[in-house]
C-alpha cells in the first residue's frame, strides 16, 4: 500500500501565479519530509525539506507546508516561471521498521504556461 | 563539481546477463543508496549502506546485490538479469548531519533495459 501519495498526476499554471502541489502520507512515524524536482534524463535535485517538528519552512520561491494531523504537506510556489515545468516528488523518511532511506510519492508533473 | 556520479548512464542487457552498476560521490557523506523508477512510479529502494562495511536491504532488493567498497563507492549487481528489472536505477548519498536530517543527493541514473 502506498505511503506517500500524490493525488495529482498532473497540473497546470500560468507564469506569474502560485503553484500549490499536494502529499498525503499513511505513516504516522514519518519525521521528515522532502520535495525534490526532476527534469527528464536526470536525477531528482533536492528541493526544500521540514521537519515534523515545524508546520512551515520557506526558501525564496518556493515554501512547504506540514499538517501533521491531516496527514498531508503542500508546496507552494510563488511566482511560477517557465523553469519551473517537471516533475515534483513528495518524499518521506523516518517511517520505522529500522530501514533508512525515502518513501517518494508518485510524482505531479507541473506545466508552466506562458 | 561532480556530487554523485554513475556509469554506465545506458546499458542494454539480454536475459540471464550480469552486470555492476557503479556510484562514486565526493561529498565526503556516510550513507549510499540505490533506487529504482519505473514508468509512472516513485523511486522506490533497493539497498542502502548507512556507512563504510555496513549494507542493508530496502523495499524492493530481490535480485540484486550490492558492495560498499569504500566510502566513496557502492556498486549494484545484477546477477542474472531479468525483463522486469527493466528500469532507470538512481544512487544517492546523505551526509550524516550533527544536528537535524539532511536530505539525500541523487546521480543522473542508469537507464537499463534487459531484452
Known amino acids: 500500500d502506498q505511503q506517500v501519495k500524490q493525488n495529482s498526476p498532473s497540473l497546470s499554471v500560468q507564469e506569474g501565479r502560485i503553484s500549490i502541489l499536494n502529499c498525503d502520507y499513511t505513516?504516522?512515524?514519518?519525521?521528515?519530509f522532502l520535495w525534490y524536482k526532476k527534469y527528464p534524463a536526470e536525477g531528482p535535485t533536492f528541493l526544500i525539506s521540514?521537519?515534523?517538528?515545524?508546520d512551515k519552512n520557506e526558501d525564496g520561491r518556493f515554501t512547504v507546508f506540514l499538517n501533521k494531523s491531516a496527514k498531508h504537506l503542500s508546496l507552494h510556489i510563488v511566482p511560477s516561471q517557465p523553469g519551473d515545468s517537471a516533475v515534483y516528488f513528495c518524499?518521506?523518511?523516518?517511517?520505522?521498521?529500522?530501514?533508512?532511506?525515502?518513501?517518494f510519492g508518485k510524482g505531479t508533473h507541473l506545466i508552466i504556461q506562458p | 563539481n561532480a556530487g554523485v556520479t554513475q556509469t554506465p548512464k545506458f546499458q542494454v542487457l539480454k536475459t540471464g546477463q550480469s552486470m555492476t552498476l557503479q556510484c562514486a560521490q565526493d561529498?565526503?557523506?556516510?550513507?549510499m543508496y540505490w533506487y529504482r523508477q519505473d514508468p509512472g512510479m516513485g523511486l522506490r529502494l533497493i539497498y542502502y549502506?548507512?556507512?563504510?562495511?555496513?549494507?542493508d536491504k530496502g523495499e524492493v532488493p530481490n535480485g540484486y546485490n550490492v558492495s560498499r567498497l569504500n566510502k566513496r563507492e557502492f556498486s549494484l549487481r545484477l546477477e542474472s538479469a531479468a525483463p522486469s528489472q527493466t528500469s532507470v536505477y538512481f544512487c544517492?548519498?546523505?551526509?550524516?548531519?550533527?544536528?537535524?536530517?539532511?536530505?539525500?543527493?541523487f546521480g543522473d541514473g542508469t537507464r537499463l533495459s534487459i531484452l
Open positions: 549502506s548507512a556507512s563504510e562495511g555496513t549494507t
Open positions: 561529498m565526503n557523506h556516510n550513507s
Open positions: 521540514i521537519s515534523s517538528i515545524k
Open positions: 544517492a548519498s546523505r551526509a550524516q548531519g550533527l544536528v537535524g536530517n539532511q536530505p539525500q543527493h
Open positions: 505513516n504516522s512515524m514519518f519525521d521528515y
Open positions: 518524499a518521506a523518511s523516518g517511517g520505522g521498521g529500522g530501514a533508512d532511506g525515502l518513501t
